[in-house]
Structure formats: C-alpha cells, structure tokens
C-alpha cells in the first residue's frame, strides 16, 4: 500500500502447527490435552473481547483458523 493509504491492515506473525481441527483427531492427544486447548481457546476470545481498545470481533471462528504452536499453544489466525 502507498505511505499515504488510510486502509487499516493487521499483521500477524507466521505461525507452525496444525489446526485445532487435526490437533484433537491425532490419537495421541490426551482429553487433557483437548481440555486445556479449549480453555485457553475461550480465554484467547474473552480477551479479544474484553481487553482490546475496539473489541475485536472474530467473525470466522472455526477449527480450521485456531492453530496448535509446537508448545501445544491455540493461536487464532484469520482476524479479517
């Protein structure tokens, strides 16, 4: 975009892992392991919510935009 463009655009880092979706179909994920995703999932939304300027809306919640970093982590992606 040019240096004088007024269009608001989001960056986010490049992150590794698979979607939540497969992450919990792998057999060797525990039911502990599905909990804690879960949670931490709720928790992630709950803070778009509640904690940003403009309470960030994520319109496009699904398995497919929630992946699990290589430290077992839910990040969102997909925010546009």
Known sequence: LPASSTVPFYI??????????D???DSSTTEYQFLQLLVE????IA????????????????PENIVVNA???PVMIDLG
């Open 71 to 73: 430290s077992g982590d």
């Open 41 to 44: 999932t709720v928790r992630i």
């Open 12 to 21: 986010m880092e490049m992150v590794a892992g698979q979607n939540s979706q």
């Open 47 to 62: 803070y778009f919510h509640n904690h940003t300027a403009t309470g960030i809306v994520h319109l496009d919640i699904k």
């Open 23 to 25: 992450y919990v179909r």
